[in-house]
C-alpha cells in the first residue's frame, strides 16, 4: 500500500508570493492533518481536515489556509509568503478523526526568499 | 493535553538497549501516552502507545510507571537506523474526537558503533 505522498518535495518562492502544497493519504484513510517544522519552533500543528471539513485549527494566521476534495486529497495554501514561512510542510493521513496511528509524508521543503 | 519533558539528547551504543525517559506528571486518566520518531529528513514515524499498561511490538517496549507520572520507551537492541529524533506525545484519544497531536522538542538519539 503507498504510504503519504506530498508534492513537490522542494519549492523556491519569494517573498509575496504565493504556494499550493499538495498531499495524497494512504488509501482508505479520511483524515488529513498539515503540520509546520522549523528548527526554532519545532513541529507545530497547522489544521486537519475530515470528510472536505476543517474539523482542528491550530495557531496560524488566515494566510494559511486548506481544503480536502472528495477523494480525501488535501491541499494547503500558503499566500503573501514571509521568510519565517521557510520550513518543512508535512501531512499526516489517519484513517478515521479518533484513529490513533498518524502516518506522515516526507514532507515539502518551502524556501522563501 | 499534558505536557511532557524529554532529555534534549542521548547516546547508545550499537547493539545496546536504549531507554528513553518522558516524564508527564499532569497526565490526566484518559491520556495515552504515544511515541513517534522522526530520521532525517522524513516525517514523524509511530512506534506505539499505551494507556496504564505495558505494551510491546516489533519496534519497541513502552513502560508506564503505575501513577503514570512517566513512562520509558525502550528500543531492545539498537542500530544504527535507529538514530532519530524520538517525540513523547501525550494526548486523549477517544473513538470520536479530532484531536491534535502537540509534539514537543524531542529527545535526540545518536546511535553509535
Known amino acids: 500500500k503507498a504510504g503519504v505522498t506530498q508534492t513537490p518535495r522542494y519549492l523556491i518562492k519569494t517573498r509575496g508570493q504565493q504556494v499550493t502544497l499538495s498531499c495524497s493519504p494512504i488509501?482508505?484513510?479520511?483524515?488529513v492533518s498539515w503540520y509546520q517544522q522549523t528548527p526554532g519552533q519545532g513541529l507545530q500543528f497547522l489544521f486537519e481536515y475530515f470528510s472536505e471539513t476543517q474539523r482542528n485549527k491550530g495557531n496560524f494566521p488566515g494566510r494559511f489556509s486548506g481544503r480536502q476534495f472528495s477523494n480525501s486529497r488535501s491541499e494547503m495554501n500558503v499566500s503573501t509568503l514571509e521568510l519565517g514561512d521557510s520550513a518543512l510542510y508535512l501531512c499526516?493521513?489517519?484513517?478515521?478523526?479518533?484513529?490513533?496511528?498518524?502516518?506522515f509524508g516526507s514532507g515539502t521543503q518551502l524556501s522563501v526568499l | 493535553d499534558a505536557k511532557t519533558t524529554q532529555p534534549t539528547s542521548m547516546d547508545c551504543a550499537e547493539g545496546r538497549a536504549a531507554n528513553l525517559p518522558c516524564n508527564h506528571s499532569?497526565?490526566?486518566?484518559?491520556?495515552?501516552v504515544y511515541w513517534y520518531r522522526q530520521i532525517h529528513s522524513q516525517g514523524p514515524q509511530y512506534i506505539i502507545h499505551?494507556?496504564?499498561n505495558n505494551e510491546t511490538n516489533e519496534m519497541a517496549s513502552l513502560i508506564i510507571t503505575e501513577d503514570r507520572k512517566s513512562s520509558t520507551l525502550i528500543l531492545p537492541h539498537a542500530t544504527l537506523r535507529d538514530t532519530a529524533v524520538y517525540y513523547c506525545i501525550v494526548r486523549v484519544a477517544p473513538t470520536d474526537s479530532w484531536g491534535k497531536f502537540q509534539f514537543g522538542a524531542g529527545t535526540q538519539v545518536v546511535v553509535t558503533p
Open positions: 499526516a493521513s489517519r484513517r478515521e478523526i479518533g484513529a490513533e496511528k498518524l502516518f
Open positions: 499505551g494507556l496504564k
Open positions: 499532569t497526565i490526566s486518566g484518559n491520556e495515552y
Open positions: 488509501s482508505g484513510h479520511r483524515s
